[in-house]
């Protein structure tokens, strides 16, 4: 009965309110417009995330992605996000060896820097914008770094990886935007066969790692490094930049809970738990039925699509007291926004590393922060990837 789009922009810019109606009035529905099955309530969603009737393979176009795009060698050869056991646990443990807690904490002094330079330099004009000066910017200095790929090429990677998105983000795509992304997915996996050519197996940075990643005789394919780099810098671009502006507009949103964190940095890795699960840029993942599953008293058919709105269960009141009200101090709080299970996102720690810093330093450097006078929130992007388009913040400097 729900006529939900998750398409529509004017569901992208709003789907809380859709999200409650389906938690309260059909938790698990079939969507005849989206052609799934959507899938609503917390205690739902976390128990289809780790079971195994659920694969991870899905049809493209219930993502939004759009059919029109040539993904080149990032199209055939399959990477972690829609891959299943046994090739997903192989692909997985490869790469968790180079890919470890120690590289991300090592990368900590890095991502102070980037941070505060990027600060510092906006610092003196008393107003910025956020996304553009800070969040658009940081995650792929951080994760090329990470890769070990000049500093200098940044901006490069940004933009083919923005190109890329227009994939993922399906019907509204144009010609040019589909040629684009299709040039795009063409000349990542090019730059990445070179980076690789330069390289032997090592500890250096994680192309090294990734080449060196081994269990027994097995070990990546030139192929598969060339993916899974390509894959990281997708999965953990407009992610973490959506985390970081989502977070600051809701702190904005909530002058209460702001100065509270003032009073008190060493709440902020509890208040970027509370960003993710308000806020988190991530709303929904797809899987496809391979038995018939009952979920909350519906039958879902074998073969069909099936949509965990995580973004929903984050905000379901039979999990999180006052759902609805975003706390910075809340705990427990066992969101899923970086999803759960075997595919729970590999970059987990990073983004929350790199969103912790940027809070961090933010409040260290200024002793206000308030919305600009003209500018009211714009969400834009996808369910796949939700976030305000602009965050334009007045401060006033330490
Ligand atoms: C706030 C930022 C981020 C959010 C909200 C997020 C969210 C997610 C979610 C929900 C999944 C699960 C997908 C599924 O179950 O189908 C996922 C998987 C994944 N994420 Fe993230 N992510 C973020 C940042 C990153 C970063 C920084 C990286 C890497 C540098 C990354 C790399 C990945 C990869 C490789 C997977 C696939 C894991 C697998 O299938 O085994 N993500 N992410």
């Given at each position: 009965v729900l006529d939900f789009d998750p398409f529509s922009s004017d569901v992208v810019a709003d789907p809380y309110g859709w999200y409650e109606k389906m938690r309260t009035e059909e938790p698990v529905h079939w969507s005849d417009r989206w052609g799934v099955w959507v899938v609503a309530r917390y205690a739902d969603v976390r128990f289809a995330f780790h079971d195994d009737r659920l694969s991870a393979r899905h049809?493209?176009?219930?993502?939004?992605?759009?059919?029109?795009?040539?993904?080149?060698?990032?199209?055939?050869?399959?990477?972690?996000?829609?891959?299943?056991?046994?090739?997903?646990?192989?692909?997985?443990?490869?790469?968790?060896?180079?890919?470890?807690?120690?590289?991300?904490?090592?990368?900590?002094?890095?991502?102070?820097?980037?941070?505060?330079?990027m600060f510092e330099r906006v610092a003196e004009h008393?107003?910025?914008?956020?996304?553009?000066?800070?969040?658009?910017?940081?995650?792929?200095?951080?994760?090329?770094?990470?890769?070990?790929?000049?500093?200098?090429?940044?901006?490069?990677?940004?933009?083919?990886?923005?190109?890329?998105?227009?994939?993922?983000e399906g019907g509204r795509a144009s010609t040019e935007q589909q040629a684009a992304a299709s040039e795009a997915a063409s000349l990542l996996a090019d730059y990445f066969r070179d980076a690789l050519k330069g390289r032997s197996a090592g500890t250096a940075d994680l192309l090294e790692r990734l080449m060196a990643a081994a269990?027994?005789?097995?070990?990546?394919?030139?192929?598969?490094?060339?993916?899974?780099?390509?894959?990281?810098?997708?999965?953990?671009?407009?992610?973490?930049?959506?985390?970081?502006?989502?977070?600051?507009?809701?702190?904005?949103?909530?002058?209460?809970?702001?100065?509270?964190?003032?009073?008190?940095?060493?709440?902020?890795?509890?208040?970027?738990?509370?960003?993710?699960?308000?806020?988190?840029?991530?709303?929904?993942?797809?899987?496809?039925?391979?038995?018939?599953?009952?979920?909350?008293?519906?039958?879902?058919?074998?073969?069909?699509?099936?949509?965990?709105?995580?973004?929903?269960?984050?905000?379901?009141?039979?999990?999180?007291?006052?759902?609805?009200?975003f706390r910075i101090d809340r705990s427990p709080n066992d969101h899923l926004a970086f999803g759960l299970a075997r595919h729970f996102c590999l970059g987990a720690p990073l983004a929350r590393l790199e969103v912790q810093i940027a809070m961090t330093t933010m409040l260290e450097k200024f002793t206000r922060i308030e919305s600009a006078e003209d500018s009211a929130p714009v969400w834009g992007g996808s369910l796949q990837a939700r976030r305000v388009t602009g965050v334009r913040c007045v401060v006033t400097r330490r």
């Amino acid at each position: 009965v729900l006529d939900f789009d998750p398409f529509s922009s004017d569901v992208v810019a709003d789907p809380y309110g859709w999200y409650e109606k389906m938690r309260t009035e059909e938790p698990v529905h079939w969507s005849d417009r989206w052609g799934v099955w959507v899938v609503a309530r917390y205690a739902d969603v976390r128990f289809a995330f780790h079971d195994d009737r659920l694969s991870a393979r899905h049809n493209v176009r219930q993502m939004g992605a759009t059919e029109g795009v040539d993904l080149g060698l990032f199209g055939r050869v399959p990477t972690l996000p829609s891959t299943d056991p046994p090739l997903h646990t192989r692909l997985r443990r490869l790469i968790n060896r180079a890919f470890t807690p120690s590289a991300v904490e090592a990368l900590l002094p890095r991502i102070e820097a980037a941070v505060d330079a990027m600060f510092e330099r906006v610092a003196e004009h008393g107003e910025f914008d956020v996304v553009r000066d800070v969040a658009g910017a940081l995650p792929i200095v951080v994760i090329g770094g990470m890769l070990g790929l000049p500093l200098a090429d940044a901006r490069q990677l940004k933009e083919w990886t923005d190109a890329l998105m227009v994939a993922f983000e399906g019907g509204r795509a144009s010609t040019e935007q589909q040629a684009a992304a299709s040039e795009a997915a063409s000349l990542l996996a090019d730059y990445f066969r070179d980076a690789l050519k330069g390289r032997s197996a090592g500890t250096a940075d994680l192309l090294e790692r990734l080449m060196a990643a081994a269990e027994g005789d097995d070990a990546l394919s030139n192929d598969e490094i060339v993916t899974t780099s390509i894959l990281l810098l997708i999965a953990g671009n407009e992610t973490t930049t959506g985390l970081m502006a989502n977070g600051t507009q809701t702190l904005l949103d909530h002058p209460v809970e702001l100065e509270r964190l003032f009073a008190d940095p060493t709440l902020v890795p509890l208040a970027v738990d509370e960003m993710l699960r308000f806020v988190g840029p991530v709303q929904m993942v797809l899987r496809t039925a391979r038995q018939d599953i009952g979920l909350s008293g519906t039958t879902i058919p074998a073969g069909d699509g099936v949509a965990l709105m995580i973004a929903s269960a984050n905000r379901d009141e039979e999990q999180f007291p006052a759902a609805s009200n975003f706390r910075i101090d809340r705990s427990p709080n066992d969101h899923l926004a970086f999803g759960l299970a075997r595919h729970f996102c590999l970059g987990a720690p990073l983004a929350r590393l790199e969103v912790q810093i940027a809070m961090t330093t933010m409040l260290e450097k200024f002793t206000r922060i308030e919305s600009a006078e003209d500018s009211a929130p714009v969400w834009g992007g996808s369910l796949q990837a939700r976030r305000v388009t602009g965050v334009r913040c007045v401060v006033t400097r330490r």
